[in-house]
């Protein structure tokens, strides 16, 4: 049974930083994307960063230059560094693996 385990959220002043980390359980190794999605009281789930098993990565326009996604194939692990963080970065953060796996969500929120 795979199980997805994000840790790391919290409650940051603007202009903080904040470490999410995600593991993946029950799965040899991953081979698809990983990343990491969030959804803000009233709206819609959107992706934050996506990583291939490649390393290449995609971000969100809003995060760019501020948030950081790695991954290590061998541990299954997907981690976020986010960096200057703003009261519009607060919401439930999920840890997403292909093809369809979902963790639970963490908090963030970023007090102004």
């Known amino acids: ?3 997805v385990v994000e840790s790391g959220g919290g409650l940051v002043q603007a202009g903080g930083s904040l470490r999410l980390s995600c593991v993946v359980h ?9 990343g990491w999605y969030r959804q803000a009281p009233g709206n819609q789930r959107e992706l934050v960063a996506r990583i291939t098993a490649s390393g290449d990565t995609t971000y969100i326009d809003s995060v760019k230059g501020r948030f950081t996604i790695s991954r290590d194939n061998a541990k299954n692990t997907v981690d976020l560094q986010m960096n200057s963080l703003k009261s519009e970065d607060t919401g439930l953060y999920y840890c997403y693996c292909a093809p369809d ?4 969500g963490t908090q963030v929120t970023v007090s102004s």
């Open 101 to 104: 796996y979902w963790g639970q």
């Open 1 to 3: 049974q795979v199980q």
């Open 26 to 34: 029950g799965i040899i190794r991953s081979t698809g994307s990983m």
